[in-house]
């Protein structure tokens, strides 16, 4: 199976020690208009002063639809987790952009029916998260 994943050939050795490959990457979007209306009354709250609270509900929208759609595109993959996480905010003409991107990773030959994590880690520091976690068990 070939997989195009955002892992450097390090991240995927560290992962390989503790019995995860890599997975495609999986990304979540979404896109919201402010619209004439918005930027008007944001523009003048931005005069006045004060929290633009129409602007704030959307970046907060906007993130929570981008990641849900990451982690569904990752469940599709049969991904054990997602690594590597990055959530970007894109801003255009009148639009606004949410994206989250990751890597999925796998365990084993089996699709994983649900996610049992997500990081902003990358490879490397995931291994090492998952060596404390045996060792602090152990």
Request: aromatic share 6%; glycine share 16%; with cysteine.
């Amino acid at each position: 199976m070939v997989a195009i994943s955002g892992l450097s050939g390090n991240e995927i050795f560290c992962l390989r020690q503790q019995g995860m490959y890599p997975g495609d990457l999986v990304i979540g979007n979404s896109v919201f208009s402010l619209g004439l209306i918005g930027g008007i009354s944001s523009g003048l709250k931005t005069i006045v002063g004060g929290e633009v609270t129409e602007v704030t509900s959307i970046i907060h929208e906007g993130r929570q639809k981008a990641y849900a759609r990451m982690l569904a595109e990752a469940e599709k993959h049969g991904g054990i987790g997602i690594t590597g996480v990055n959530n970007d905010l894109v801003q255009q003409v009148g639009n606004v952009e949410f994206l989250s991107i990751g890597s999925c990773v796998h365990q084993g030959d089996e699709k994983s029916e649900k996610l049992e994590f997500s990081t902003s880690a990358d490879g490397q520091e995931l291994t090492s998260l998952l060596g404390l976690k045996l060792m602090f068990i152990s």
